[in-house]
């Protein structure tokens, strides 16, 4: 195991947290506001209590707290589950942080499926789609565990990013896209593979492994798929899904989320609008999930992986000749 | 024995006091002194398989299941009105989980009340189980899937508001955490419960004074508890939660359907009869390794022994 | 005017009054839940006092308790703002309603910029998005008045829609769409005017009555477009849309709500999975509408008018040659 | 002139009286009893502006609004420390309006204090103005845009905490509806509130008993209210909200950035000072024609007659 695969071998959600504590001790507009999550009190409140505030198990204090600390200069990090902040905090997201375009980073863990056989109150499945309604939102959905120490760096530039944050995380260990440092950047989609032939565009841990693993795959039967890593679900990088319509037979959107609204949606709309192509959308079907089984079970059931990834692309080909 | 604390003045007239008769009617088990003996072992088994679940793929959240365990062992013993063989039987006692992270206490009393097998909640949490981490509706004696802090009650308000509205005789009764008290969804359900008058509504809090980041008072004080309650309109009986018989009196005391609706504040220990476990903010989430298991477990019989 | 005219010239809202005191009186089920909406206790609750119940200013409360209503076999309709429904109370029709599949009816008021110069925390424009991303939800959004009442007497029929629904109502009179009697179907788009140059597909009182007139404008250039009023955004009626997909040169969908996650997605969606072709998305941009108008003001500016649907309904053409 | 009831035990070391005095450092009128009559004046010009305001298209929220005009007055004559030609000053004290539907008042009272020319109080919710009918951020002198209930409180905990953080000498004021506080999310924040010792955050109620549908107490009653409130942890001062001294009285007797927050609740009269509208549930929206504007003003300038 190199050094980077030993240092990230590990949950975003951990990664985040020591990256937090990290860029908290030199920054000190950063403010930690905890809805009872555990595991930030050990760690980021031992170190840095008066950059810790923890508001009661109570989501929609948490956002309006941080706008009103953000309002004040501060850089507040709102911690809580991503089904909560998408839904059960929806309005205050909505008009306290994302209408007034202040600089909160609202940080959901337990995204898609990652709470496991913590069933459907747990899942989040619709909070991208949520999200990505809402105004002046920057929605990231970080691939591993190294991406989300580059985003939360990104996060603390509020020159770059002075507006709000949506930072969707998982719960446990996932593998690692990259094998060393690459670039990262906030906005551009990250070309994990170059291809010709058809493009799989995904977001998320399983979905962005599942789809290398799918182009692997395809190459195994002569298929050429580049495979596009949408850290960034908004703002799209549109021009590299342009791109992607253009140059290859059509798209297969990949992701730890409902079907409709989420990344496959943002992309069905910009390529109708612009290029149309295929789209076949890999999710998570509508309905309410309650089965129990772990992340990738879960993810599997939905069809959320290499080979359905694979079998798609070669049907997206099919059908445009 | 001792008697719950009642801490506003009641509305006797309103009372009926036969929910524990009732209860029986529906119960195999009418004698009252096997049925005590057997409530207080029940609670002792249900403790054993909230431990074993906890030895499930991810644990289970071991500290608030052992609180509630006493307290949920009596309402499904002696109190609620159910049919196992018809889940859906209109009449029935109505009970919701609002802390559905205690999940695994609840699979332990269906069980023992007939709407499970036993064997099957060695399959909690595992790929394909019925048994979530938190309670899905379609589990038979489920009657909302929750996990989702703060919802129980107003789902309870609209069961109650329901049952008086047809005329069916059932009751709601909502389980809370203390933590979950925090929500501000529960004091609009618990405002709306008073001025409606849902005396057929009844809270229960399990006053383990520990949320996952530690001592509730600490971390987002929650007294005067009962005063809260109180000024929301609810008649407040403090209990220990640990007492069968404070438990039985206290839900022998509700009033009927267009009282004051009552709070039961149990007053409990996070992980109680597992000394490992014992007010212990760690005992919140825990997956057992076989090793912690052994010793969780002797330490809960140990401690048996000593009280019996 | 005719008596039809007479009659449903009226906002969605007061139709849906009416019409729901109506059906209540026959049908013991329905319960109107209130949280101090203002107007359901003069006519509701002043005729009906034991199927009406106001459980406060507290929009989490009435979808929880609508909930268990509805759990006991009655027939709630639960009364709040449009924006409310969605993003207040947004977990608790998650879970609570639509995770169960229960028979709530979620009517909120004030949908789209109908709320006028009450500012952005009375607009919904991002209710669809959200709502059609809940599992089972049918999601109604009724062009006018006559179209209000089909659709609230289709309610309170539990074997037709044994689910949940949430019906999109605004708060002043529109013009009316049709001159009489119609069959409303939900789920089935309602043609307006058959063409086969293009399409353009409508949802809500202002984007149909200006998708008729932008027809007309288009049929005095030579162009015959289609009109489709779709009540029913979820489920979509795939067969006309996937039809007009076929059967013109390509869509334009209008809709007061933003151009991202509502009609305009689903559409996008369902076309690029199935017959790629051009979707021009005319709504609200994304960000935070805090500008004063009247409702058709605000589309205006948002680009909702017959002129700019024509011009895009061009584009469209030429671009598809 | 009454003083305001004292509810609680009050940390008398930890308050303040600075207040009032620092308000008038940053005021023109700096003379005592010139400000006095200068108040009511206002209080009644805001009045007359109210009415004025709605008369626009859509009417507007009139009985909140007025009887929300004396505390509004009183806060922005005399208690909030601002500089109308540098609304971002770091040290100012911040207002949220929470009952972002009493925007005329909010509007006129910006206006008395140089934040906006009263020529533009005319445009209230007319196409392409600043005065939307519930408050835009983007207007100078509104801290945050609100309108949808049961969020001012949070925002003030937020603001609060970030200037006690930051050492900044600024207090955090929200003014609440009385049918507001049934808004789950106002609890929350209160809760938070008390335990963070939020001294430097007053929450003001406006307890004019009417909500949309009518008495709050027949709707979704609030009583005890004081009792609520202080089961939360805070101080209550109870005032009559349309005694100016009453209401001087209390905003001078605030604790600092640690004590024990208050809240002030304002005895009220819905549509106060214009008889066609006191205690009218029919006042809250209004849009005044002519006709109904001309009766209005009249009757409120034979009253404010009567009472000189
Ligand atoms: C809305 C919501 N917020 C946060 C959580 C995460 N969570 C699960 S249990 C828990 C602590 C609950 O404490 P308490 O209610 O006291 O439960 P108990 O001590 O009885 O286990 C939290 C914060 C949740 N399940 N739901
Ligand atoms: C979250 C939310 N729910 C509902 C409304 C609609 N609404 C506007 S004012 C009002 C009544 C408020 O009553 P109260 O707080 O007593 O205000 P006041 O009497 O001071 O006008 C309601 C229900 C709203 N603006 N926000
Ligand atoms: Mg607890
Ligand atoms: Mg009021």
Not at chain 1, 124 to 132: F, K, L, Q, T, Y
Not at chain 2, 138 to 152: A, K, Q
Request: glycine letters at 10%; hydrophobic letters at 40%.
């Amino acid at each position: 195991m190199t050094d980077w695969q030993e240092r990230y071998a590990t949950a975003t959600r951990d990664v985040y947290r020591a990256t937090l504590l990290d860029i908290a001790k030199s920054d000190t507009r950063v403010f930690c506001v905890d809805t009872d999550m555990g595991g930030l009190e050990d760690g980021f409140e031992a170190e840095l209590p008066d950059q810790y505030v923890n508001v009661g198990i109570a989501e929609a204090n948490l956002m309006g707290v941080s706008a009103g600390l953000a309002a004040e200069g501060l850089l507040p990090f709102a911690n809580t589950i991503a089904s909560f902040a998408a839904t059960r905090a929806c309005e205050q997201v909505k008009v306290d942080i994302a209408g007034n375009a202040l600089p909160v980073r609202i940080v959901g863990t337990h995204g898609g499926f990652s709470a496991g056989h913590y069933g459907p109150t747990h899942h989040a499945v619709e909070d991208v789609a949520i999200m990505r309604s809402l105004p002046n939102l920057t929605v990231l959905v970080p691939a591993d565990a190294a991406e989300t120490e580059y985003a939360v760096r990104a996060l603390a530039d509020t020159e770059q990013l002075p507006g709000p944050v949506y930072l969707r995380l998982g719960r446990k260990a996932t593998p690692l896209v990259h094998r060393g440092p690459y670039t990262f950047r906030i906005g551009q989609a990250d070309l994990l593979r170059p291809g010709r032939d058809v493009t799989l565009v995904a977001s998320g841990p399983v979905p962005v492994a599942e789809s290398v693993a799918a182009a692997e795959l395809l190459a195994g039967r002569g298929i050429a798929a580049r495979v596009l890593n949408l850290h960034t679900v908004k703002p799209l990088d549109a021009e590299a899904v342009l791109s992607a319509a253009r140059e290859t037979a059509g798209l297969v959107t990949v992701e730890d989320h409902l079907v409709t609204g989420g990344l496959g949606g943002a992309v069905a709309e910009l390529t109708a609008a612009h290029h149309p192509c295929r789209v076949h959308r890999i999710g998570v079907p509508d309905g309410f999930h309650d089965q129990v089984g772990t992340e990738t079970e879960l993810l599997a059931r939905a069809g959320v992986t290499a080979p359905a990834i694979a079998g798609a692309a070669e049907e997206v080909m099919r059908e445009r000749n | 024995m001792s008697t719950p604390t009642t801490t506003t003045a009641t509305d006797h007239a309103a009372m009926e006091h036969a929910t524990t008769e009732h209860a029986a009617t529906e119960r195999a088990s009418s004698d009252s002194a096997t049925a005590e003996r057997t409530t207080a072992e029940q609670a002792q088994l249900m403790r054993e398989q909230i431990l074993q679940m906890g030895t499930g793929p991810d644990g289970t959240h071991v500290g608030g299941s052992l609180s509630s365990a006493d307290l949920l062992t009596v309402l499904y013993q002696e109190v609620l009105r159910l049919r196992p063989e018809e889940p859906d039987w209109p009449d029935r006692d109505r009970f919701i989980l609002s802390k559905g992270h205690a999940s695994a206490a609840l699979y332990a009393a269906l069980s023992a009340r007939g709407f499970l097998p036993a064997e099957e909640l060695a399959e909690y949490g595992t790929s394909g189980s019925r048994l979530a981490g938190h309670p899905l509706r379609r589990l038979p004696g489920v009657e909302f899937p929750t996990g989702s802090l703060g919802h129980g009650l107003s789902l309870g308000v609209g069961t109650a508001l329901a049952l008086r509205r047809t005329g069916r005789s059932g009751r709601a009764y909502v389980l809370m955490g203390d933590g979950e008290l925090q929500e501000g969804s529960v004091w609009e359900a618990a405002m709306s419960a008073a001025h409606l008058r849902l005396g057929g509504l009844t809270a229960i809090v399990d006053r383990n004074r520990l949320q996952i980041t530690g001592d509730t008072e600490e971390r987002m004080g929650l007294e005067p508890l009962a005063g809260k309650w109180r000024s929301f309109g609810w008649q407040v009986l403090t209990v220990d939660g640990h007492d069968l018989d404070a438990l039985r009196a206290a839900f022998a005391a509700l009033p009927g359907p267009t009282g004051q609706p009552v709070v039961i504040i149990a007053d409990t220990v996070k992980g109680k009869g597992v000394p490992l476990f014992e007010n212990k903010k760690k005992s919140h989430s825990v997956k057992l390794s076989p090793n912690l298991h052994r010793r969780a477990l002797a330490g809960l019989r140990a401690r048996s022994r000593r009280q019996s």
